[in-house]
């Protein structure tokens, strides 16, 4: 089966960096995705780590070690709209189904 | 582009009651649909994967009497809440896959919050 790890609450400051970890256990590893999700609404993919190493996105970045079956995702300069859910998620099987971690709550402060 | 819409956003309904959720893919076609559902404060759970002409794919646990999945073009996929009860009440949620080169991108939909009473 599929089960990943990330924190349930990060607190951080405007302009602040912050880091999200999610460790996974998987079988068939098909890619690292990450996924933001304001409250009531969809999630909305933000990166995606097929390969290790380091992807970059403006102000977001994912950075994937396969044989550590661990992953981050880094925000700069954080924002308060940055106040959110994050999931990340790992693909499996031959239609690449998301199995996604419990969420992490980003509260940004002023 | 890759924008993924559905039908209702909302809904109420009576316990007993049958209720159908539309999740389209606006700008592309996709092959492979999903269903998810997502209890407040809780992490999506997969229910389900829509290929289109053939039949879904359920997850453990899943009912696919209760969740009836039907996938009949590649742009459309739905989802029947059979007889509805009060625990069905949650936020259904479809994504809809795209492949670009050998990145294949999970779209969600903006989402179905189901009320039954």
């Known amino acids: 089966g599929q089960s990943l790890e990330q924190p349930s609450e990060v607190t951080a400051v405007e302009g602040a960096i912050v880091q999200i970890n999610c460790t996974y256990q998987?079988?068939?590893?098909?890619?690292l995705s990450w996924y933001q999700q304001h409250d009531g609404g969809a999630p909305t993919f933000l990166s995606y780590?097929?390969?290790?190493g380091l992807e970059e996105t403006g102000r977001f970045s994912s950075f994937l070690s396969r044989s550590d079956s661990y992953g981050y995702l880094l925000l700069q300069e954080l924002q308060m709209k940055d106040s959110a859910s994050y999931f990340c998620?790992?693909?499996?099987?031959?239609?690449?189904?998301?199995?996604f971690g419990s969420g992490t709550q980003l509260t940004v402060l002023p | 582009g890759a924008v993924v819409s559905q039908h209702p956003s909302w809904v109420i309904c009576k316990s007993g009651t049958s209720v159908k959720i539309e999740c389209r893919s606006l700008?592309?076609?996709?092959?492979?649909m999903f269903w998810y559902r997502q209890f407040p404060k809780q992490s999506l759970m997969l229910m389900a994967t829509?290929?289109?002409?053939?039949?879904?794919?359920?997850e453990q646990g899943v009912e696919k009497d209760k969740f009836l999945i039907n996938h009949a073009s590649l742009t459309l996929s739905t989802l029947t809440v059979t007889s509805a009860h009060p625990e069905d009440s949650s936020f259904y949620i479809c994504?809809?896959?795209?492949?670009?080169?050998?990145?294949?991108?999970?779209?969600f939909g903006p989402g179905t919050r189901l009320l039954v009473l």
């Open positions: 994504s809809a896959s795209l492949l670009a080169g050998a990145r294949e991108t999970q779209y």
């Open positions: 998987t079988s068939g590893f098909y890619g």
């Open positions: 780590n097929g390969l290790d």
């Open positions: 998620a790992v693909g499996k099987g031959s239609a690449r189904q998301l199995t």
């Open positions: 700008d592309f076609q996709a092959t492979t």
């Open positions: 829509s290929n289109e002409g053939s039949k879904a794919t359920y």
